[in-house]
């Protein structure tokens, strides 16, 4: 029997260590799964979520092709929003064949303008003649291939999807195999010794002469005290064994690897317990992501510090819009004519503190942002950021260092829904309150609106409310006359809710200043910036300043009985004509 075992372990073990190696050699299977595919000659190729994701694993695109080539992804919503009615190469999968295919989707646009730099794309690479990228996108995400948006897009595209060939059983069933081995060994050893002292040679024993019985006493008869015993010396020998003893000795450890099966009986639910699974939220998605964000101010950033630098309009204009671009426009005129002109402040690049996206998939959409530098030399900025379609890229339209602390808004990744310019929500519509305040730069407490804001810490009331403007009356010539009048800019206002029930306001004011000369043939002098900007210095008809000023207000919940405050604001010469 024992050789039996060890005849069933050996087998075992060889069975065992075989399976296991072969599973790491001849067994073992591809360790990806690939398909290629030439795309047909539309100037964008888009890769959908879903054919990325037909099979597990990390994607490793590869694309070919001559010149420039240009592969990015973002969502889905927003590539095929950038694509519009353009023709583009879909490449989906298979299940059938298991393979990549081609097909042509037909517009009406057969070129585009290049899609490299797009605010859209949630990471964008670019390369030469062929780029290579491994990615890890989620249903929802798509990608998009271009060269330059008029020639058609690289053809050659292959995917690479691995595959698990790890063989995880490999290893224990060699282990397995080695002790089934042992085990096999040790009863074959064992049995061996059995055996040999079993049938082995024995050397013969002379027999002993049986020593003579002893005479037994009768029932009855007893033997007289002090009689000698009849056999002294059976009191002192030991007793024989019945039977030949063997002493066997066996030494072996016998490990068998068991699968611990653990047997589970449906549970019954406790009536008493409570759920803990809550329910997802049915959001809008957000303008932008947080890297998505990141991404933009890195290059707002860099953008306005190199036109601000070069005095450059047209490079500003690629990252600014409305009144911050005519701030800094007016800005670089006036600093080519007088150069003791400071320029503006730059943009604090140290740190974004709040992004605050729209809730939207439709154009146009704002994100909302606060920026601050970490050693106090720029004052906090905020700024209100818009991209009016698609295939434009956001640019800074309001520009505002803070004054006063931003109230509490929504995380980036739920965003907040935009407002209506003429919503009551609040305790005023975002469309007047631009024109109220402007009330109470001009007549300071006898504005009908002066109660509703909060006097303290309104520095601006102070920069150019009625004090400023009544010693700028002082110090003009008595043949001249000067007026005052502000009223809301051309520029859309831009409304945020907060975590109150608030909304965040953006505005832009125009204060104006016409001097005009009191005498016939008297004249007018500018000074200053004005004298710069208007380049002239005299004017008989009379001037007109321009002072564009850039307000952010938080507008409390209709009903809560507080004040509007003033958080920042942005104010500045940007604009000089003559009367008449």
Not at 6 to 33: M, Y
Not at 447 to 466: E, K, M, N, Y
């Amino acid at each position: 029997m024992r050789f039996v075992i060890a005849i069933v372990a050996f087998v075992i073990a060889a069975a065992s260590i075989g399976l296991g190696v072969a599973q790491r050699t001849v067994l073992v299977g591809p360790d990806s799964i690939s398909s290629q595919i030439t795309t047909g000659t539309a100037s964008l190729t888009i890769i959908d979520g879903a054919t990325l994701n037909a099979n597990a694993g990390t994607q490793a695109i590869e694309i070919a092709g001559k010149g420039d080539i240009m592969l990015a992804y973002g969502r889905t919503a927003d590539v095929m929003a950038w694509v519009g009615d353009a023709s583009f190469n879909q490449v989906s999968w298979d299940a059938d064949t298991d393979k990549l295919i081609s097909t042509v989707v037909q517009g009406t646009d057969q070129e585009v303008p290049s899609p490299v730099g797009s605010d859209l794309w949630v990471r964008e690479f670019t390369g030469t003649d062929i780029l290579t990228r491994k990615l890890k996108v989620p249903e929802g995400v798509s990608v998009i291939i271009a060269a330059d948006g008029t020639l058609p897009a690289p053809s050659r595209l292959s995917i690479t999807w691995p595959l698990d060939n790890s063989a995880p059983l490999s290893v224990p069933l060699v282990v397995a195999g080695i002790i089934a081995l042992l085990v096999g060994l040790i009863t074959f050893l064992w049995a061996l010794v059995h055996a040999r002292r079993r049938h082995g040679p024995r050397r013969a024993s002379r027999k002993l002469p049986k020593r003579p019985r002893p005479p037994q006493l009768k029932p009855g008869k007893r033997r007289d005290a002090g009689a000698p015993d009849p056999d002294p010396e059976r009191e002192l020998e030991p007793a024989r064994p019945a039977g030949r003893r063997r002493a066997f000795v066996a030494t072996g450890t016998l490990l068998v690897g068991m699968l611990a099966l653990s047997g589970c009986g449906p549970a019954t639910p406790d009536p008493a317990a409570s759920s803990t699974a809550a329910a997802a939220l049915d959001t809008t998605p957000v303008a932008v992501t947080e890297g998505q964000f990141a991404k933009i101010f890195t290059d707002v950033v860099s953008a306005v510090a190199a036109a601000d630098t070069a005095r450059d309009p047209d490079l500003a204009a690629t990252r600014l819009a409305g009144p911050a671009l005519a701030l800094r426009v007016a800005n670089y005129a006036i600093r080519g004519v007088d150069s003791a002109v400071a320029p503006l402040s730059p943009i604090p690049a140290d740190k974004i503190k709040i992004v605050l996206p729209q809730q939207t998939q439709n154009w146009p959409r704002s994100v909302f942002a606060v920026v601050i530098s970490t050693d106090g030399s720029i004052a906090p900025v905020g700024l209100m950021l818009t991209q009016d379609s698609p295939r434009e890229n956001y640019k800074v339209h309001y520009l505002v260092a803070l004054i006063a602390t931003v109230p509490n808004v929504a995380p980036v990744e739920l965003g907040a829904g935009a407002q209506a310019a003429s919503n009551v929500l609040g305790v005023m519509a975002p469309e007047d309150v631009a024109a109220a305040y402007g009330g109470i730069l001009i007549n300071g407490d006898a504005a009908p609106s002066f109660s509703q804001f909060q006097a303290d810490g309104d520095v601006l009331r102070t920069a150019i409310g009625p004090d400023y403007k009544a010693q700028r009356k002082k110090q003009l010539p008595t043949s001249a006359a000067i007026e005052f009048t502000n009223g809301p800019g051309p520029d859309p206002v831009i409304s945020f809710v907060t975590n109150d029930s608030g909304q965040l306001v953006a505005a832009v004011l125009d204060d104006v200043e016409t001097v005009t000369p009191l005498e016939s043939g008297s004249a007018v002098n500018p000074s200053g910036q004005v004298k710069a900007l208007l380049n002239k210095t005299a004017s008989t008809s009379g001037i007109t300043a321009t002072y564009g000023v850039q307000l952010l207000f938080y507008i409390p919940p209709a009903g809560s009985g507080q004040q509007i405050i003033l958080l920042g604001f942005a104010s500045g010469l940007v604009s000089v004509t003559e009367v008449g």
